[in-house]
């Protein structure tokens, strides 16, 4: 149980356009799920915490309008990296936390951008 | 000071020995603990979580919570090369806060052949 899944797993885009990554709880309902970047050799950082059904909760020097946050539904978020520069390539981790404490991780999503 | 600490490593253990991951939390009133697993290029997997004071074990792996101490440590028995990899210790603030999981940095993790 507790599965998370991400898409894409990998995508390379050219400066300036738009990404967005999918992350879905497979087998809970996800109340609350969460957006990491990691680079490489760094820790996680968090990115922003969304609610299914209300705005995301945005770190301290995350640009809201840079890294769209939607949480329709309580099995799906997604991020938009909006007019993506190569400084935004890095590894995107989403979680999702049901009703418990316990948080799983989806595979991650390695974004390029050329 | 950093709200979760851990040593960075890397600790390196042969093979069948026990590899000791220590961690260390500011915020008193933190309730939830957990260690998670990163393999190089991968993303972090849930190995254990504890939630009261004392040891927990689950196979080769046991975790071990000192709320007065604040201090949690992770024990891997028997440890195998597979088991190298980047070990995440994570506490959980308590709700309210946007914040909800802190992660230390990660000790990485070699166990020799």
Known sequence: GAVVSQHPSRVICKSGTSVKIECRSLDFQATTMFWYRQFPKQSLMLMATSNEGSKATYEQGVEKDKFLINHASLTLSTLTVTSAHPEDSSFYICSARDRGHEQYFGPGTRLTVT | QKEV???????????????????????????????????????????????????????????????????????????????????????????GSARQLTFGSGTQLTVLP
């Open chain 2, 5 to 95: 600490e851990q040593n960075s490593g890397p600790l390196s253990v042969p093979e069948g020995a026990i590899a000791s991951l220590n961690c260390t939390y500011s915020d008193r009133v933190s309730q939830s603990f957990f260690w998670y697993r990163q393999y190089s290029g991968k993303s972090p997997e849930l190995i254990m979580s504890i939630y009261s004071n004392g040891d927990k074990e689950d196979g080769r792996f046991t975790a071990q919570l000192n709320k007065a101490s604040q201090y949690v440590s992770l024990l891997i028995r028997d440890s195998q090369p597979s088991d190298s990899a980047t070990y995440l210790c994570a506490v959980n603030i308590p709700e």
